[in-house]
């Protein structure tokens, strides 16, 4: 399968405790962005990475949320002290350089309990 | 103002009618313009892109885009049962970068 793949699919936690998802993007996309998705509503952006550089983060994402993309390949979004608002699918995605086109992945759905 | 907006749901069509989806965007400069089709509990999938006015089909889909009214549509015709779902449109910003979604339009393709 040589698609955008994200791991866990799903995630049950309690509030307060941490979470990482990693995503894995189409090999050859040097773009990854991370959006978050709640019922009924569109995916909302979290932050992008070109390569290894976090080039955008939203003013939305709070100091609890932090992601990495090491070596410019897999990425990892960390939760920190999660909150039951926190519930959410976490949604990643890829497009090659020069092309605006992104796929997604399956997500990862999030529950705090 | 919402950067971008869609025509609230749910959409009921019957089974090989059209169904016409709307989204008009907020920033004028915008480049690029992305259909999106997501099953209840299933990520986004992309089935249209289109950068130019005008129209541009893949086999029973239709983007429409006119830059001048900032609005993009989507039409779907000969609509099936599995077209059921909600359509969400995503905008290139001038200066993002990062897509920007709209709300979505839930779609029920009546047998």
């Known amino acids: 399968d040589t698609g955008v793949s994200q791991n866990p699919r799903h995630k049950i936690t309690k509030r307060g405790q941490n979470v990482t998802f990693r995503c894995d993007p189409i090999s050859e996309h040097n773009r990854l962005y991370w959006y978050r998705q709640t019922l009924g509503q569109g995916p909302e952006f979290l932050t992008y990475?070109?390569?290894?550089?976090?080039?955008?983060k939203s003013r939305l994402l709070s100091d609890r949320f932090s992601a990495e993309r090491p070596k410019g390949s897999f990425s990892t979004l960390e939760i920190q002290r999660t909150e039951q608002g926190d519930s959410a699918m976490y949604l990643c995605?890829?497009?090659?350089?020069?092309?605006?086109?992104?796929?997604f992945g399956q997500g990862t759905r999030l529950t705090v309990v | 103002q919402k950067e971008v907006e869609q025509n609230s749901g749910p959409l009921s069509v019957p089974e090989g009618a059209i169904a016409s989806l709307n989204c008009t965007y907020s920033?004028?400069?915008?480049?690029?313009f992305f259909w999106y089709r997501q099953y209840s509990g299933k990520s986004p999938e992309l089935i249209m892109f289109?950068?130019?006015?005008g129209d541009k089909e893949d086999g029973r889909f239709t983007a429409q885009l006119n830059k001048a009214s900032q609005y993009v549509s989507l039409l779907i015709r000969d609509s099936q049962p599995s077209d059921s779902a909600t359509y969400l449109c995503?905008?290139?910003?001038?200066?993002?970068?990062?897509?920007?979604f709209g709300p979505g339009t839930r779609l029920s393709v009546l047998p």
């Open positions: 289109i950068y130019s006015n």
């Open positions: 920033d004028r400069g915008s480049q690029s």
């Open positions: 990475f070109q390569n290894e550089a976090q080039l955008e």
């Open positions: 995605a890829s497009s090659p350089q020069g092309g605006t086109e992104a796929f």
């Open positions: 995503a905008v290139w910003p001038r200066y993002g970068q990062n897509f920007v």
